[in-house]
């Protein structure tokens, strides 16, 4: 009887289903039989490589002198150490509880975290990713200050109610020694001390421990004695102790702004009492109080006097000052204010011993947002300048884009124009922190990522070699009118926080032409120039972009009369024209709507460009009828075609930059053909002006708010001014008169014919902004390639935009009707491809595919004019095709595959600087050349990739049909979508709202990869994660922070070499001379012998409920089980001789402590023999 097998029976269900996802069209031959696919599961593997950027919310800072390595502390338990530049690394506690303070074991390549859950953890930094060795759970006190002496192995543990635990760090185990707080103050106090704010060992003795309670209250402590030597009372709390390296002095700091020197031996009351901020009054009072002085350091020098460092004690009739830090030097005293408030700071000492002189020579000082150290070297305190990448979020990062695998001379291109920004006055010295070794990573290829800023901001960083350093940093704000003054300013129904936030961008890294959105509704186009140029008139084109919705029965009255497009054989020669009656040019006056007006007022005078990217072009949409400019969701630039395409929910628009024109303005419904199935009619309820709901973009990541918080909640109501508008027939005659040449100049026709279809027409117009700030009509080009009916008719409708607080703004009024709330399709992407944009087509040519919010994608045909003069004087041709294929959710990605598999990338033009002279210009600017076009017209020859928020569809050109499709999620959606290369070959990436991250093969969809790696917790990921080719990606997951990730199996398995190193062998330097006298006369420091006064023999055993002891991950056993990848085999090796060399090391400590015991007991048994060898048995 054969035997029943279920696990092959679940095979087959598993193979069904996964079959079934990604099926292929009923008669279509499986394109795997043509295409070969090499991209296997094998070749994928999630993990994160590294963080960029400033420690989010920071509470806790220590430094390494020896090692020469910082590290901080946040307060969602994260670790980050710092060493030279490029040398990072990022640790996260389980427990997520904040970090309150660090202790280095200095030069051991070790660190000790104790977290606000009273817990403290031993980090192992001698591995390139960091781990912890032991922990230890405190479970009935509650930690408040640590202390770990230099070259000791037990740490002293401060509580919340006044005790002191100490810790063996070398086993993690509490010894029985305990100072408790009733022992350490006098019994006559009635209350208690407070909290233990303050542990640290007489430099000079380390049998003396000064403990600082809060109250007010320090006791020097006699570990051998076990009792208290001193006892120094002061009314006032205390923040922070700091000794004088002889031991006999220590200076407190306290809550009233004062700071009190005590000597030792005189407890009795303060040998000095200052107030660094205070005003001295005149008749000897007290000087009035001030804020507290939360830390203080006293740092001695061999050949001058001693610097005090301190923060606050600020005097309070300052408020609204900024933070500052106080350096008293001397009779000096400097005030360094901070940009941020001040979190930690450090002095860096020459030597690492505390009863040396410490030769203090930087500061270092941790603010909430910022990383400052300050030179104590140089005359007038400068900082050194900042090598590490902590400038993220200098202004909020609104959008963010990868790019992996670029140009080779694009990097130092960037850097060649961004070297010339740097601020001047930093120190000369070289940057002190400065420990740790590069990684030797074998993956060299450029990457560049750019980030995106809420003030109009773009910095360019290099992201090569798992390290980031910025580049060159452009401001796009310099193109527009700031407002100056109060009476300048918008109404305050006007959202003006940051109205030149970036909202997306286009950027081409072959011909380096850059194109922004940005929040009010503008395009600005850049080229890249290697020579400063001075702009005398920026060019300005205005669109007016509207969506109409009209009923059949009920035309909307006083339609709006705009221009219409000229018949194809209309004559481009300029003519002459009377204008409408009914004035269609911009309108601010107060009992009016807005009209055809921009958010933000380009300026007027010369603009000097430096060079880097220089403005070819700015793009505004305009108010429409009182209804403010849709917000812009997709954006592309193509340098070959000189074209750029933006669109919202109301349409989309394409403008030649080459010419400064524009070419299409259509409402998003147009799009489609007449006989198109997926076509939408549009529809209204409304006759009157709407002043009902605001209809919704239905697709998933459009219910998603913005990254950038609450300020988009109120859409503009105002404007920017943006030109003194005229009225009279002289002034329209003036709007109408075109500033450029005859040769791109189309004057509108407006006869009586044609008045029906400019009341339904939408209005768009051009303008080349003077010094006299005229407006001008814009011209509509239009040619015979244009297959565009003039009878096409604007619609228009609620414009819509996004809130910012993970909603939607809803309706302005109570009665709300169905039709209102329905959703309106937006532009969702865009891609140019030499393709096919019909099903009759044979041979390849320019298009733009076009995807919506609602799942469709169109084809769009380009007709270009020959290169050279001919281009820039004859318009471009531009015909919809209807629709190519319908997706379920919005589109996100497309891509052009060719009949092997082999990605079509868009056309791109060679970079040339244009500021060049002619001859360079035309050497360097070269178009890539096509693709042959096929031979077997009968045939398929290029494959579509299309994903959108729920699937992905691969379909044939020019045959339209579809060959393969895919349900990625049915539950979630996806957020982001790319078509990247990996290994020599194309795949999507792919990142769902749920956190999973996906991998999909093509042209056959195969699932690839699928990893809950990260579920959607916050929208700053949703709004900044991003893909790249050769399996990288990233992501916000801060306000300040850039989490770099990878899924590729070959980055996992060499990341261990490419991380940088931490700990480097460096000799303890030694320690300082006692001199001839003071060892002789015992004046040097005194050592104690700590583990005879705390070892378990000593002290005995703590009790157990008082902490738990959890063994890391970092240990042996964690070790075996992180070795893996190329190294792995050789990593185990070596940890298996590492761990018989300890067995053996241990074996031959047993049998030399045995050999010793046996000679010890024999040594007894002799003096034994010899002590009553003569006596008789009586005198025993």
């Known amino acids: 009887m054969k035997k029943f097998n279920i696990r092959k029976v679940l095979d087959g269900l598993t193979a069904a289903s996964s079959s079934s996802s990604a099926t292929a069209q009923p008669g279509t031959p499986r394109e795997n039989d043509v295409v070969q696919e090499t991209l296997q599961s094998e070749h994928f593997q999630l993990c994160k490589t590294v963080r960029h950027g400033f420690p989010y919310q920071p509470s806790s800072m220590a430094f390494d002198p020896v090692q020469k390595i910082l590290a901080i502390g946040t307060q969602t338990g994260a670790l980050r150490l710092f060493g030279r530049a490029g040398v990072e690394c990022y640790c996260q506690h389980e427990s997520n509880a904040a970090v309150i303070q660090l202790q280095f074991l200095i030069n051991e390549g070790a660190l000790v975290s104790a977290l606000a859950d009273d817990s403290i953890h031993l980090w192992n930094l001698r591995q390139k990713i960091p781990a912890i060795l032991h922990s230890l759970k405190f479970n009935r006190e509650r930690i408040t200050y640590c202390h770990l002496p230099f070259q000791s192995k037990w740490l002293y543990i401060g509580t919340e109610r006044g005790n002191i635990h100490i810790v063996n760090v070398e086993s993690f185990t509490l010894s029985g020694y305990v100072i408790m707080w009733n022992k350490a103050i006098e019994l006559s106090t009635k209350t208690h001390p407070g909290p233990v704010v303050h542990i640290s060992d007489n430099p000079m003795d380390e049998g003396k421990l000064l403990i600082g309670f809060e109250s007010g209250i320090v006791v020097l402590w006699d570990l051998k004695c076990k009792k208290a030597d001193y006892r120094y009372n ?54 009035e109080p001030c804020k507290p002085i939360l830390k203080v350091e006293y740092k001695t020098t061999r050949a001058g006097d001693p610097f005090m460092v301190l923060s606050g004690g600020l005097s309070y009739d300052t408020v609204g000052r900024r933070a500052c830090l106080t350096v008293m030097h001397g009779k000096s005293t400097a005030v360094l204010e901070m940009d941020y408030p001040i979190v930690d700071f450090l002095t860096l000492c020459e030597t690492p011993y505390p009863n040396d ?91 560049i990522i750019i980030t995106g800023h809420a003030d109009g901001s773009i910095k360019f960083w290099d992201a090569s070699a798992l390290m980031l350093q910025v580049l060159y940093k452009l401001k796009t704000a310099k193109v527009f009118e700031r407002a100056r003054g109060k009476e300048e300013k918008p109404n305050t129904d006007i959202v003006d926080e940051d109205p030149f936030a970036i909202q997306t961008l286009s950027w081409c890294p072959e011909s380096r ?128 075609y000189g074209l750029v395409v933006f669109g919202n929910s109301n349409g989309l628009a394409v403008v030649d930059y080459l010419q400064k024109t524009l070419l299409f303005n259509m409402g998003t419904s147009e799009l489609y053909s007449p006989s198109d199935p997926y076509q939408r009619q549009p529809r209204s309820p409304r006759k009157a002006k709407p002043s009902g709901d605001i209809p919704t973009v239905t697709s998933c990541m459009s ?116 039709i209102d709330r329905e959703s309106r399709e937006a532009i969702s992407s865009f891609h140019f491809c030499e393709s096919f944009p019909r099903k009759t087509d044979s041979l390849v040519s320019p298009c733009l595919l076009v995807g919506t919010t609602h799942g469709s994608v169109m084809m769009v045909a380009l007709s270009l004019p020959p290169s050279g003069d001919q281009r820039l004087q004859q318009p471009v041709g531009i015909a919809s095709c209807g629709t190519l294929v319908k997706l379920k959710g919005g589109i996100l990605t497309m891509a052009l595959l060719d009949a092997t598999g082999t990605l079509l990338p868009p056309f791109f033009e060679q970079w040339y600087d244009p500021n060049a002279s002619d001859e360079e210009k035309e050497k360097s600017r070269k178009r890539r050349p096509a693709s042959p076009p096929s031979s077997q017209e009968s045939q398929d020859t290029h494959f579509a990739i299309l994903c959108s928020e729920k699937q992905a569809k691969v379909v044939a050109l020019p045959s339209q049909t579809r060959i393969y499709k895919h349900s990625i999620t049915e539950t979630s959606f996806v957020l982001r979508a790319d078509v990247v290369q990996m290994a020599g070959a194309n795949c999507i990436a792919c990142f769902c709202a749920n956190g999973h991250i996906m991998t999909l093969s093509l042209p056959s969809l195969r699932p690839l990869l699928d990893v809950n790696y990260l579920p959607l917790t916050d929208m700053r990921i949703a709004r900044t994660f991003c893909f790249s080719n050769l399996g990288q990606a990233l992501y916000l997951t801060s306000p300040t922070e850039i989490q770099r990730i990878t899924y590729s199996q070959e980055t996992c398995d060499n990341l261990q070499e490419m991380l940088s190193e931490l700990f480097t062998p460096v000799e303890t330097p030694e320690a300082p001379n006692r001199g001839f006298f003071k060892g002789l006369f015992g004046g040097g420091a005194q050592s104690l012998d700590r583990e005879d006064l705390f070892g378990e023999t000593a002290a005995g055993k703590a009790s157990r409920s008082l902490a738990q002891h959890i063994p890391g991950p970092g240990n042996m056993e964690g070790m075996k089980g992180a070795a893996s990848g190329v190294v792995g085999e050789l990593a185990r090796a070596r940890i298996a001789l590492d761990e018989r060399g300890q067995k053996l090391g241990e074996l031959e400590e047993r049998t030399a402590a045995m050999m010793a015991s046996a000679e010890s007991f024999s040594k007894h048994a002799h003096d034994m023999m010899l002590k009553y060898k003569d006596k008789k048995w009586y005198q025993l």
């Open 357 to 447: 002189f410490q030769e203090p020579y930087a500061v270092v000082v941790l603010l909430e947002k910022d990383l400052v150290v300050i030179d104590l070297g140089q005359i007038g305190y400068p900082i050194f300048e900042n090598p590490y990448p902590l400038t993220i979020h200098e202004s909020p990062v609104t959008c963010c884009e990868y790019f992996a695998d670029c140009p080779a001379e694009l990097i130092p291109a960037l850097y060649s124009v961004g070297c010339r920004q740097k601020r001047q006055g930093y120190s000369k010295k070289e940057w002190p922190i400065s420990g740790g070794n590069w990684g030797q990573g074998t993956q060299s290829y450029p990457e």
């Open 513 to 640: 032409m850059l194109c922004v959105a940005g929040v009010s509704a503008h395009v600005i186009v850049y080229r890249f120039s290697k020579q400063e140029i001075t702009t005398e008139v920026v060019q300005l084109l205005e669109v007016r972009m509207q969506c109409e919705f009209s009923e059949v029965d009920s035309p909307d009255p006083g339609g709006e009369q705009t221009p219409t497009l000229p018949t194809p054989g209309a004559s481009s020669s300029p003519q002459e024209s009377e204008l409408p009656t009914q004035p269609s040019t911009g309108s601010n006056s107060s009992d009016g709507p807005r009209d055809n007006i921009p958010c933000l007022q380009v300026r007027s005078s010369p603009l000097k460009q430096s060079p880097g990217n220089q403005v070819e072009l700015v793009i505004q949409l305009v108010w429409v009828s009182g209804e403010p400019p849709q917000q812009i969701t997709s954006l592309a630039i193509n340098s070959s």
């Open 234 to 287: 002061y009314d006032e709390a205390i923040h922070s102790v700091a000794w004088h390296h002889e031991g006999k002095q220590f200076v407190c700091s306290h809550s009233d702004g004062t700071l009190t020197t005590w000597n030792v031996r005189t407890p009795a009351k303060p040998a000095q009492i200052i107030t660094p901020h205070g005003k001295q009054p005149k008749d000897g009072k007290k000087p």
């Open 703 to 818: 219910r998603l708010s913005f990254l950038y918080s609450e300020s988009m909640k109120k859409r503009r109501s105002s404007h920017f001014t943006t030109c003194d508008s005229n009225d009279g027939s002289n002034a329209s005659e003036d709007r109408c008169r075109s500033p450029t040449s005859a040769k791109m100049s189309r004057k509108i026709s407006s006869s009586s014919e044609q008045k029906t279809d400019l009341e339904k027409g939408g209005f768009q117009r051009r303008r080349i902004q003077t010094c006299k700030k005229q407006l001008c009509c814009v011209k509509r080009t239009a040619t015979a390639r244009m297959n565009l009916k003039e009878d096409l008719c604007r619609t228009k409708s609620d414009p819509i935009f996004y809130a910012r607080d993970n909603s939607f703004t809803r309706s302005r009024s109570s009665s709300v009707a169905s």
